[in-house]
């Protein structure tokens, strides 16, 4: 089992820059890829980003490849995400991701079996 707990959203301006943090306990937090997925209120939720266990491989969705990077720290057992030049349509409840096993395609499907709890991103115009 895996717990997930994400902190480091708020309201920023369009423009402006937040990193989200999500840290992991339970089982060997280094083994798994980790992710993140966004909700918009009306809206499906999404795929943001991913990366796996070593750091050595990411993914980003389109919408904000260039603006956006995932890293992780693993002996804090934590994965951040970066959001640079943040817009409105980023805002949403972004929830941090963990596949059991996997690559980076299962973010894709996606396949996921542990879900934080998600921090609210709000980016005013």
């Known amino acids: 089992q895996v717990q997930l707990v994400e902190s480091g959203g708020g309201l920023v301006q369009a423009g402006d820059s937040l990193r989200l943090s999500c840290a992991a306990s339970?089982?060997?937090?280094?083994?798994?890829?980790m992710g993140w997925f966004r909700q918009a209120p009306g809206r499906e939720r999404e795929f943001v980003a991913a990366?796996?266990?070593?750091?050595?491989?990411?993914d980003y969705a389109d919408s904000v490849k260039g603006r956006f990077t995932i890293s992780r720290d693993n002996a804090k057992n934590t994965v951040y995400l970066q959001m640079n030049s943040l817009k409105p349509e980023d805002t949403a409840v972004y929830y941090c991701?963990?596949?059991?096993?996997?690559?980076?395609?299962?973010?894709?499907?996606?396949?996921?079996?542990?879900w934080g709890q998600g921090t609210q991103v709000t980016v005013s115009s």
């Open positions: 991701a963990v596949p059991r096993s996997g690559d980076l395609t299962v973010f894709r499907l996606p396949r996921i079996d542990y």
């Open positions: 339970g089982r060997t937090f280094g083994y798994y890829s």
């Open positions: 990366i796996t266990w070593s750091g050595g491989s990411t």
